[in-house]
Every structure is written in C-alpha cells, then in structure tokens.
C-alpha cells in the first residue's frame, strides 16, 4: 500500500482530496422521500457488498495516499450488525472519524463512539412537528431520535443536525431549529433538496441559501454573525449574536463549493464516485478482490472529476431528469 504517487489523489484542477465518505450499507431503517423512491431500491446481493475488512483494507490504501477523514455513512450505518468492529478497525487508522445517521440505533452505540474518541456526531431530522416527521420518514420514530440528540448532547458531543428543506413542506421551520441553538451548543445544517434518481425533485420545491437568510435575517435583525468556515467546508456557517450553537447552510445546487472539494465517496458495493451529482463510478471492489492493485482505478476516478457537479455546470442541466437518472438514489450513494 506504499504510495507510490504523492499527486494520486489530486485531480485535473488541482484538488487535492483528503476525504473519504464510506457508505456501508444500502438499508435503512427509514424511508425518507428524498432519499428513496416510494417503492423502495433493489438491494444489491450480499456478496457484492464489502466486507468489513474490505472496507478497512480500501480505507487504509486511501489512508496511505493522504486521506486524513473517513466519514460512514448509509442507508443508515448502524444497522449493520458489524457496525461496531468497522469502526473500532477503522478507528485504528491515523484519521479523524466522522458518523451521520438517523440517531434510530445510536443510543446503543453511545459507549462505543466514546471508546474509540469520538467528540461529534451528525444526525439527520427534518422536522420537529411529530407528524411532519412521520410524513417524509414514512416511519414513527421521533421521539426515539429526538431523546438520542438530548443523550449525545448531554454526554459531551458536539451534535450536528442535518435538514434537508423541501419549499412547502419543513421551510416554516427554519427559524424553529434556529432557536435550538441559543442555550445548546447544536449545529444546524440546513440543506438545499437536490436531485437524484426517484426523489421527485424539482426547482419548485427548492428553497435556496439566500431565502433562508432572508428569513433568518428578517427575523434576527442585525444579530447574524458570518464565522469563518473550514478549509473544504461544504457549508456557509453562521451565528446568531449571543446564542450557544450556530447554523450553516449547505447549498449544493444554488452556490456550490466544487472549487474546494476534497471529497470522494465509496458505496457500500465498492465503487467510487469522484463527486455527489456523477453518474460515473468506479469499482474498487473487484480489482481488489482479483488481488490486483486499485491505485490505477483511483487515479482515473481523479483524473475524471468534472469542475462542477458531476458536469451539471449550468441551470438547465441542473434541471434535466435525464441527467439525475444517470445517477443513483440518495440511499443507494450513501449521504
């Protein structure tokens, strides 16, 4: 696994990519709209899967040629019954760990991310109205992940929630989950609905990083605070004056952070995707298991990645369903 090229992991544009997301799984537990067609995905067969120590072999080669965080993620990550040996393998590794997950399961898992030093956990909850909640998750769940938030919170973590906003829909809550955060020390993602195979998206039902700051500097006037982002960040960060926690926005369609991405993804069946938005993909897995070398694969992956979401580098392509039904569905990507 030496590193044999120092520029393997830095694309065409000079993007040096230093983050790997890891879906490890295509389940879920919930069955978000915007995340899974109505009728659900055709699972792929177990064997195409990783493995768990598929997952930590590709990781280290990432890890050798430069990657310094891993994020897991699904479907939702800790319905795999391995969850805990993937991680605590992984946790091994000289990187920063990151988990997003619906916060169904994590209750169990609390000692189990103390243990292998993790201090931030992201959850994903887009709404705080019961019945909203109950609508886009197509499940009963909400009080067991709002009593997980309140768990990881009051243990120490910094909790980030993820809010996918949908116009009509959780957009009236905005300022609710902004309120959140003036006595905990949460961070609220607020995050552009995209496109993607089945979700139903259209420009209508996109609310945008500027009306979300209209609203939030209309009702918190003179009270908005810009932070400095970090290198890479996907997302805007702000603060309202004399609250504990922040909010960001992260608007992948209207403003996108292509020219500093870092990121690439690996899916649960093992293939890479240089950006979010590609249809083009990337086996790992099968190289790997033929004992052959996936460097070559890696270094074509980087050397592939367009500029700009995955070539959608103008309105009108943004708004082709032909070009969101090359790509897979949210669940089947990995968030």
């Keep these: 696994m030496k590193n044999t090229d120092q520029n393997i992991l830095t694309d065409t544009f000079g993007r040096t990519h230093t983050y790997l997301r890891v879906s490890l799984t295509e389940r879920c537990n919930l069955r978000c709209t915007y995340c899974m067609p109505a009728n659900g995905i055709p699972l792929s067969p177990k ?54 997950t619906n916060g169904i399961l994590a209750d169990r898992y609390l000692l189990l991310l103390q243990k292998n030093n993790i201090k931030t956990i992201t959850i994903s909850i887009d709404s705080m109205q019961q019945d909203k909640f109950e609508q886009i998750t197509r499940r009963d769940e909400f009080k067991r992940v709002w009593k997980t938030i309140q768990l990881y919170q009051d243990n120490g973590f910094l909790v980030k929630l993820n809010i996918v906003l949908i116009k009509g829909f959780n957009d009236n809550e905005i300022i609710n989950f902004i309120q959140l955060t003036q006595h905990r020390n949460l961070t609220i993602r607020f995050i552009e609905f995209m496109p993607f195979d089945g979700n139903q998206w259209n420009m209508d039902k996109l609310v945008t990083q500027q009306e979300i700051l209209d609203k939030v500097n209309y009702t ?16 805007r960060n702000y603060k309202i004056e004399g609250f504990s926690g922040s909010f960001s926005i992260i608007s992948s369609v209207t403003n996108p952070f292509c020219d ?12 890479l995707k240089n950006c979010l938005f590609s249809g083009h993909e990337f ?26 979401r995955g070539g959608m580098d103008t309105p009108e392509k943004i708004q082709n369903p032909n070009l969101h039904s090359r790509n897979r569905s949210m669940i089947a990507i990995g968030g």
């Design 283 to 308: 086996s790992l897995l099968k190289p790997l298991r033929e004992s052959q070398s996936i460097q070559t694969v890696i270094k074509k992956a980087l050397q592939s990645k367009f500029a700009t």
């Design 260 to 271: 500093t991405c870092n990121r690439i993804r690996l899916t649960a069946d093992g293939k």
């Design 47 to 100: 064997e195409s899967l990783m493995t768990a120590d598929e997952i930590f072999t590709i990781s280290q080669e990432f890890v050798a040629l430069g990657v310094t965080k891993i994020r897991l993620t699904g479907g939702e990550p800790m319905v795999r019954k391995d969850f805990p040996q993937i991680l605590e393998k992984l946790a091994s590794l000289p990187i920063e760990i990151g988990i997003t």
């Design 220 to 235: 918190f006037p003179l009270q908005v605070k810009r932070m400095k982002d970090a290198p890479h960040d996907t997302s």
